[in-house]
């Protein structure tokens, strides 16, 4: 329905300020293009170099309904392909995490290399050509250890982003880091619901106590930290210690550090470090957090002991996969310097709450009563953010002129 | 397809007298069709003012994909309302039923009075007006204690069925009844199919051996009772006490009472009453069943002990949910006066031999081999009633011209 | 979408000696088509006349969505009927298999005799015509006692089938076999994947253990036996027994006889028979494998000791339902003769390990990442050729003229 007169018309009715027509987070034909345009299209951030230790070391995931690779080569280089066999398509790894010398399809054990390279085929005449039957790369870069990917021919530019978050990400060390856990969590709700949820703090207070110790829920869009004297203190403090506080932005990403609540030191049951050795060794960890966030489906915050990445990926006009990871130093010990259930028990309290409400969000908007309400600019900037983005990225793919809508900032 | 070429067609293909072509049973597009037309636009019935005893009680359930709320505001009245909120559409209320003082939107807090006036909208700005932003409300009617709604604008014209139905239903006195038992079945049938089995007793004898005993399984469509002796008597016995037979319809509801087996009271394993405090108070609560049905998805049957709703809601071109209910004396003491297990027996197992014609139904007319056939019109006039009603319906929803069948009297 | 420009494209689009683009493996509307193509309109092998033992016996299932029923009438003969009630469409006999002397609706109890005939009706008007609503028939040849049916009104031409199979398969006497084992397998990948999967065994290696003890895994396209001397020598023996070894093929039928591994009699754990009676009884049951096979969905191994049968159904665009059957001698005592686990060892592991292969194939196809590949001309000849034939059957379907591909014979 791209190029469809209906399309437009849904994307010209859309409110300023409000929430989208109904059909957006129902449609299953918007939901199509919605994975053409905008998860086939733009940067993703999957995880984290730190889970690629080694040549052969890979990590295997599905894009909506695309299966993909993403590996250390011989080199040490990362880099991403389609996972699926030349030869009649099988998917070639499982999806998961694992190290291979090669890549052998189960189906026929076609045999790629680590560079992609067909290297054996069984039973093929004279004429077959090897080097026409390599895996087909996707777009990979890696900043300062943090993974993203992009499954389109002609991604958007990347270098402006990387040039604002490398410094930024750089003093946490990702390389020598490790994965601590990890999880899916399904959610039946449109993927724009669960973004729309996850980027403000509005309904923080009073769903999510746990994270609200330490989280400083009354926070708007700019995470900023300039109205404040404790913010001031803080901007100094990190000042000293050569951190940039921002905030920095692009059209789709957001980078900005925040201090957490008055004596929390990081996000964690009762805002103590829950990481005995820490990731940032300043200050005892007292750093606050750094959010890196890019459209359409990812926020980070890297704290002094431990960094939470949230990404969401859509499997159906009403179902979105959350792949949440902890990151932790690479020397800290299990038992020893942390424990998980700890760890992971303030986002994680988060995330099912947040998918509790994504969910009842979904039913709401599902009924004919549901009309798009305007979104608060003190409170719901990023939401609106978020949604004026979508929407310009959608005409773009459309060929409807931009609305031209100001962006809140 | 509402306007198309091919729905026109399918409407004109249907033969007078039979079922209908399959894809109205199979077609996605037209059960969306169906939802629009029928289930958005009909009056529908849902249960009952006793479920509602005080200001601030309320039920909330989901009508297709629409989630609506009924409740008792604080002046007493019944009032109904999209149960979407107005900021980003959550659900309001949860289905189910239980009592507030202010409806609060679980997401960030906006509240509305039990009139559905937006009270609190947290971090909006100066000029928002909460006026314009009051809970959308539905149209309900409140008929001697039985609750119909309506989510389309325009609502059909009530006032015939209310002028019909109030003085035969009264004597039930049903605003001082309470809900002994609901459930909800699942069926994996068309709404339609649901219906036609429910519209017809020709199946009874060999599939309802518990209903039989006490329902008289060889009732033809008026469900009249001027053929025997001893429904002349039955007439003259109701007439001494006031209580009309009827029948009485119009083009979408009927209601008529009519006489049990012989010597059976009210529809129970074996037609003796099973609350021994009864709803209507006459000859030991010997008074046949008043049965009051609207098209498209409704019958209730009150008798002198209880009353059995039997109201449907469709979920999918394949699946529909029964809403069952069952409604005794408020007095009636659970344990003392009456059990469940005994209470909800006869429509209990009826309910589960009709899901399973029903869905044994759907299996066939999915095939190749269905072509419609011939509704039997002494035995299967409600069936044919329903039928014309339905196509009657989807012509004028489609500008189609009315294919003037002669209802079935 | 059957005569659109977007599915002549497609249908162009495939690339001779090349998989499938992508959409004949996802896309709904394409399944659609499938459906009312192929399975709707071709010859299917569902079972054997042994599973029909007496008059009145009946074996009902359901193919795609259209509920069959296959039985022996009085005077023996073996018929299809569409297994949909003339009335309201109502499945008549479940499916699965028993005897019954009349076909009765469980409905409203419409009843039919044998031949399919309407004998009783409750409730019809005069001038009702039972005549007019017998069971709808489908056309039924039984080759030798296998059963094959065709749901479409002018079935493909299967006298030249019928001239090849029947020599071939009479020897092992089918008549006087029973049913030992069967089941149903659900996969979760389109048809055609599961029948490409069906049609080589380039994957047997790696990936069958247990079958590549018996089963010459290195076959080629041919399953001739022409090549080397103790292929030879095979068909020497066979020829002194009247047994042909073939190959012999029709556009959408293979037939041929071929040898096992070395030593080996018959597809069991160890090669040696599993059943004490044998089916065909020469050279101690070593007779190597009748294979006989159709597209779109079939195949079967006989051997001296047993017969397996493989036969899919589609069930949606992503799932495919495997019925497979072993047949014994008749006389043949379960527990005493053979046992039901060691029976049906080698093609049960065989079939699990190939569902997995089909899904995991379906999970790469979804993917972007995924463009046609191409076969080997030696190993998956047959997959060649069920391919080709399926494109010539839809280009045919879709009016698009025949692309000449050269069958690999």
Known sequence: MRGTQEFRNLLNERRPGHSLPRPFYTDPDIYALDVEAVFNACWLMIGFSAELPKPGSYLAMTIARTPIIVLRDRGGAIRGFFNSCRHRGAQICPDGSGRA???????????????GRLQHAGQMPENFRADDHSLRPIHVEVVAGVIYICLGETPPDFAPFRRALEPMVKPYNFENAKLAHQYVLVEKANWKLVMENGRECYHCAANHPELGITFPVGITEKFGAEETVRAQNYCMRMAKHGL???PDDGSWWQI???PLNEGMITMSPDGQPIVKKPMLDVDGG?????????????????????????????????????????LVHK?????????????????????????????????????LGYVPGPYSPTAEGFVLRFVNWYCEHMRAFAGVPSANIAEVA
Chains 1, 2, 3 share one sequence.
């Open 331 to 367: 020397d800290a010990v299990e038992g020893v310097d942390y424990d998980v259930p700890s760890l992971i028990k303030t986002w994680d309290m988060t995330n099912r709450q947040d998918r509790d409400l994504s969910e009842n969000n979904q039913r709401g908007v599902n009924g």
């Open 256 to 258: 900005a550090r925040f």
């Open 286 to 326: 007292d750093v606050g957090s750094l959010r890196f966030a890019i459209e359409p489906h990812n926020f980070c915050h890297a704290l002094g002991d431990f960094t939470f990445m949230f990404s969401i990926f859509p499997v159906g006009v009403e179902e979105t996969h959350l792949i949440a990871k902890w």
């Open 101 to 115: 010398a090669k890549l052998v399809c189960p189906y026929h054990q076609w045999t790629y290399d680590l560079e």
């Open 244 to 246: 940039e506080v921002g």
